[in-house]
């Protein structure tokens, strides 16, 4: 499984942005993932930017106020010589062959073509790519409406919708209301093969009304089977249970967890790929020790700082006061 966030494409496009040639005018990009790449290039190169609907009615060009863009003398998108059109990846070519088809239906000037991701066989479909990154792949921007949710398993609260607060955290009212009103965070657009969550069993008719009102669709929900939240807390069966769940369907190819010390319990139990919320990282079997020992580091640095903070803050709060000798 192979994954890119926004913080690859962010430093792809630092690293090989000398490879828009210099007479590129303006950035247009497809809707709607190519506006993500598009938006990146033309903001660190400084060019204007639109969308290919936009450019196909050649609607005037939008500008900022707060600083000076390159080629800001351009009104109309036809009237720039050489344009980039852009995607984020490429897999079939359709959507990026269609597009140029549209564009040279109607522009007389020179239309230099880029995706930010290839693949080995399709590369020579366009001028200019960042990185070949072959299936299966998601990205973090599609990940959650992508085709291999129909063999994955998610998470439900932190993923599905927010996390409940410690006073609506309290098995009884509170949860209830939290359960029936909570607000909706990654509604998936396809259907997702297992649902498998920390929650009580108790709780599943209000969890199935929240997911039917919020159009979730899904295959089986999993749920705890135990008396109580308390009981839980104790068995601590939280990464136990989901990992047991994902690791038993051999179809399940990846688990969307919302929490990252659970994605990498779940990960080193089965031996499969889990995407973590918290974090935007994918984390695969063979590479855990690494993160742990990554998370600890910036535990430690972070509890560091803190503590710098409060002594740095304390001393200022205090009057000096002599040293005393023993």
């Not at 209000?206 to 009102?213: A, I, N, P, Q, V």
């Not at 430690?300 to 409060?310: E, F, G």
Request: hydrophobic letters at 35%; proline letters at 6%; charged letters at 25%.
């Amino acid at each position: 499984m192979k994954y890119r966030g926004l913080n690859d494409l962010s430093q792809l496009s630092s690293r090989f942005a000398s490879r828009v040639p210099n007479d590129v005018e303006l950035i247009v990009g497809i809707p709607r993932s190519g506006m993500l790449v598009a938006s990146i290039i033309a903001l660190k190169l400084n060019l204007p930017l639109t969308d290919l609907y936009s450019f196909l009615r050649n609607d005037d060009l939008k500008k900022g106020n707060t600083r000076a863009y390159k080629h800001d003398q351009l009104v109309k998108p036809h009237e720039a010589r050489t344009i980039l059109l852009v995607d984020d990846s490429l897999s079939t070519g359709n959507s990026m062959r269609a597009a140029c088809d549209q564009v040279k239906a109607i522009y007389g000037g020179t239309v230099v073509t880029m995706a930010a991701f290839v693949e080995r066989h399709n590369r020579h479909q366009v001028d200019l790519y960042f990185e070949e990154v072959e299936q299966p792949r998601v990205f973090e921007w599609n990940i959650m409406h992508h085709p291999l949710l129909a063999h994955a398993c998610l998470d439900i609260d932190g993923v599905l919708c927010v996390d409940p607060t410690a006073e609506e955290n309290d098995d009884g009212p509170g949860y209830l209301d939290f359960l029936c009103n909570t607000r909706p965070l990654f509604i998936p657009s396809v259907k997702v093969a297992h649902l498998v969550t920390s929650r009580l069993e108790k709780y599943r008719p209000e969890t199935e009304r929240w997911l039917h009102k919020h159009g979730v669709q899904y295959g089986q929900l999993h749920m705890l089977d135990l008396p109580s939240a308390e009981e839980r807390r104790r068995l601590n069966m939280h990464h136990k249970f989901k990992a047991e769940v994902f690791g038993k369907d051999p179809a399940a190819r990846l688990f969307i967890e919302s929490e990252v010390n659970q994605a990498l319990e779940i990960t080193r139990l089965t031996g499969k790929p889990v995407y973590c919320i918290e974090t935007n990282e994918m984390y695969l079997p063979g590479q855990l020790p690494n993160l742990k020992a990554d998370i600890v580091r910036k535990s430690h640095s972070l509890k560091r700082k803190v503590l710098n903070r409060v002594k740095s803050r304390i001393s200022r709060w205090l009057p000096d006061s002599p040293v005393s000798k023993v």
